[in-house]
């Protein structure tokens, strides 16, 4: 077995773990969001959502991109260097820690300011409140990068993605039942933030996974920190091209339209879950391979492993673009059904993301972060204009046009470094068919005079779609012999037999 093959195993049986997670996590995220989205009024939900964009803000800078260099700088520490391992980690914390608790002290001082700027003095009480939730939520963030270092899924899933959407799912759904005020729910989410830390903490010293020592080594920190800055402006551009339209609309438009604008949002980044959910195993795994040269096994592995991301991603995207208006209408209900143009046109940018696979994590993979802060550069140069001039006149449909153009720009600039550094790209004949194959019938039924009222006709329609596109996939000749080894590999992790399926993909090998 080839060393892609073993690669992509290793990232397939960790995925199927990351992937289960996450879509826990979102499930519950979810629950949440539509329980305050329902029992708060559309202003409230605004406001909420502008606290937390601004504390994502916050967090941006405070990890000072060490959730991203982590899992890579660990995975090549233990190989070349593991003595320094222990000095790594502890230097992380320590810098984190003491970040967090200056960006506490700003937030406090400047809450007034931030709620002038968008015109609501109800998100001063809220970011005097939510801000204390910032160090546990830093530093939960830079325990579980380090354990992806290890190639450990467990902490991320079980805790992150698990304990603490239940936890604050728990808390929202008492602040509902009990009828308490929103105020109610800034608290609630600080407590859950705090909780979810303090089990990491307790489950991390019972393992011994990291070594903790109060003292920072200057030169690991500068090493550490030097490779780490172009990703945290990395994080703020990411993070600019995910929240600006949020932040302008509040500004241009009101609370009232930021919650419309917030139910379509949540969907369509639901879109690249798999995409995050490979990512999370990638670096640690693919960087050996790149350490030891090997780029032809690396872009195997980058080639198989976006073609399936496409294949599982494709019914998601689907429900979303076919049918925006159920989609809406079934999560967050009726009184959210203006945003359904929007949720087309940013489901549209989201699929272009995940379609060109994790082009920029290989780039940080092959030691090039900086490659990703040029294209990130003009994908927001490019969002914020479009944003000033769409979102007076078009309100939330300029402001998803010009998300997903954001995208677009940053993910053909990312696509086009990589190749040119290393030869990868994702499109071999294997990953073209499938993708022309499932555009065209995407026309096909958007153009049918088809009427969908419910969540379930969508459904039944999306099946009548796979049930076309699953076998023109198979006659095109799209399925390579590592297909058939990643089906093994599930089948193996699963404990159960897919004969059917093995026998079907050996056929069309």
């Given at each position: 077995?080839?060393?892609?093959s073993q690669a992509?195993?290793?990232?397939?049986?960790?995925?199927?773990?990351?992937?289960?997670?996450t879509?826990?996590?979102m499930?519950?995220?979810?629950?949440?969001?539509?329980?305050?989205?329902?029992?708060?009024?559309?202003?409230?939900?605004?406001?909420?959502?502008?606290?937390?964009?601004?504390?994502?803000?916050?967090?941006v800078?405070?990890?000072?991109?060490?959730?991203?260099?982590l899992?890579?700088?660990?995975?090549?520490y233990?190989?070349?260097?593991?003595q320094?391992v222990?000095?790594?980690?502890?230097t992380?914390?320590?810098?984190v820690?003491?970040?967090?608790?200056f960006?506490?002290?700003?937030?406090?001082?400047?809450?007034?300011?931030?709620a002038g700027?968008?015109?609501?003095?109800?998100?001063?009480?809220?970011?005097?409140?939510?801000?204390?939730?910032?160090?546990?939520?830093?530093?939960?963030?830079?325990?579980?990068?380090?354990s992806?270092?290890?190639?450990?899924?467990?902490?991320?899933?079980?805790?992150?993605?698990?304990?603490?959407?239940?936890?604050?799912?728990?808390?929202?759904?008492?602040?509902?039942l009990?009828?308490?005020?929103?105020?109610?729910?800034?608290?609630?989410?600080?407590?859950?933030?705090?909780l979810?830390?303090?089990?990491?903490?307790?489950?991390?010293r019972?393992?011994?996974?990291?070594?903790?020592?109060?003292s920072?080594?200057?030169?690991?920190?500068?090493?550490?920190?030097?490779?780490?800055?172009?990703?945290?402006?990395?994080?703020?551009?990411n993070f600019?091209m995910?929240?600006?339209?949020t932040?302008?609309?509040g500004?241009?438009?009101?609370s009232?339209?930021?919650?419309?604008?917030?139910?379509?949002?949540?969907?369509?980044?639901?879109?690249p879950?798999?995409?995050?959910?490979?990512?999370?195993?990638?670096?640690?795994?693919?960087?050996?391979?790149y350490?030891?040269?090997?780029?032809?096994?690396?872009?195997r592995?980058?080639?198989?492993?976006?073609?399936?991301?496409?294949?599982?991603?494709?019914?998601?995207?689907?429900l979303?673009?076919?049918?925006p208006?159920?989609?809406?209408?079934?999560?967050?209900?009726?009184?959210?059904?203006?945003?359904?143009?929007a949720?087309?046109?940013?489901?549209?940018?989201?699929?272009?993301?995940?379609?060109?696979?994790?082009?920029?994590?290989?780039?940080?993979?092959?030691?090039?972060?900086?490659?990703?802060?040029?294209?990130?550069?003009?994908?927001?140069?490019?969002?914020?204009?479009?944003?000033?001039?769409?979102?007076?006149?078009?309100?939330?449909?300029?402001?998803?046009?010009?998300?997903?153009?954001s995208?677009?720009?940053?993910?053909?600039?990312?696509?086009?470094w990589?190749?040119q550094?290393?030869g990868?790209?994702?499109?071999?004949?294997?990953?073209?068919?499938?993708?022309v194959?499932?555009f065209?019938?995407?026309?096909l039924?958007?153009?049918?005079?088809?009427?969908?009222?419910?969540?379930?006709?969508?459904?039944?329609?999306?099946?009548?779609?796979?049930?076309?596109?699953?076998?023109?996939?198979?006659?095109?000749?799209?399925?390579?012999?590592e297909?058939?080894e990643?089906?093994?590999?599930?089948?193996?992790?699963?404990?159960?037999?897919l004969?059917?399926i093995?026998?079907?993909?050996?056929?069309?090998?």
């Amino acid at each position: 077995m080839s060393e892609a093959s073993q690669a992509l195993q290793k990232i397939a049986r960790g995925t199927g773990i990351v992937f289960a997670g996450t879509v826990i996590s979102m499930f519950f995220g979810f629950l949440s969001r539509a329980v305050i989205a329902r029992y708060f009024s559309t202003g409230e939900y605004g406001v909420f959502n502008l606290a937390l964009t601004v504390l994502n803000v916050a967090l941006v800078i405070v990890m000072l991109g060490f959730s991203n260099s982590l899992p890579r700088e660990v995975a090549f520490y233990r190989e070349k260097e593991p003595q320094k391992v222990a000095d790594l980690t502890s230097t992380a914390l320590i810098i984190v820690a003491l970040n967090s608790l200056f960006w506490v002290g700003v937030l406090l001082l400047g809450a007034d300011e931030l709620a002038g700027l968008f015109n609501d003095d109800r998100l001063i009480y809220a970011l005097r409140v939510v801000v204390f939730a910032l160090p546990f939520w830093a530093l939960t963030g830079v325990i579980i990068a380090i354990s992806r270092g290890f190639g450990r899924v467990r902490e991320k899933v079980y805790i992150q993605n698990v304990l603490y959407p239940l936890i604050w799912l728990a808390l929202v759904l008492a602040i509902a039942l009990l009828r308490l005020p929103f105020t109610a729910v800034f608290w609630g989410y600080v407590i859950a933030q705090f909780l979810t830390f303090a089990v990491l903490l307790l489950e991390i010293r019972r393992i011994g996974l990291i070594t903790f020592s109060l003292s920072v080594r200057r030169e690991v920190a500068k090493e550490l920190v030097l490779f780490s800055v172009p990703l945290m402006l990395v994080g703020i551009l990411n993070f600019l091209m995910t929240w600006t339209d949020t932040l302008m609309l509040g500004h241009y438009k009101g609370s009232e339209v930021v919650g419309l604008y917030n139910a379509a949002s949540p969907l369509a980044r639901l879109i690249p879950v798999f995409l995050g959910s490979a990512g999370i195993l990638y670096a640690p795994i693919v960087t050996p391979l790149y350490a030891r040269g090997k780029i032809e096994e690396m872009g195997r592995v980058y080639r198989i492993l976006t073609k399936w991301i496409f294949f599982l991603t494709l019914p998601l995207f689907a429900l979303l673009f076919l049918f925006p208006e159920v989609a809406i209408s079934f999560f967050f209900g009726q009184k959210y059904l203006a945003a359904a143009q929007a949720l087309r046109i940013l489901s549209v940018g989201f699929m272009f993301h995940t379609l060109l696979g994790l082009n920029g994590l290989s780039l940080l993979v092959i030691g090039q972060p900086k490659l990703n802060m040029i294209g990130d550069t003009f994908a927001v140069i490019s969002n914020v204009v479009l944003n000033l001039l769409l979102i007076p006149e078009y309100g939330m449909t300029g402001a998803a046009v010009a998300t997903a153009v954001s995208y677009f720009v940053a993910n053909v600039f990312r696509s086009f470094w990589l190749y040119q550094r290393t030869g990868i790209h994702p499109f071999g004949w294997s990953y073209v068919k499938p993708l022309v194959i499932g555009f065209l019938l995407l026309g096909l039924v958007m153009v049918s005079p088809l009427q969908v009222s419910n969540i379930w006709w969508a459904i039944l329609v999306l099946a009548a779609f796979f049930g076309v596109y699953v076998p023109l996939v198979l006659l095109s000749g799209s399925v390579d012999k590592e297909d058939v080894e990643l089906i093994l590999a599930i089948e193996k992790r699963l404990g159960v037999d897919l004969g059917i399926i093995k026998k079907v993909l050996k056929r069309f090998v």
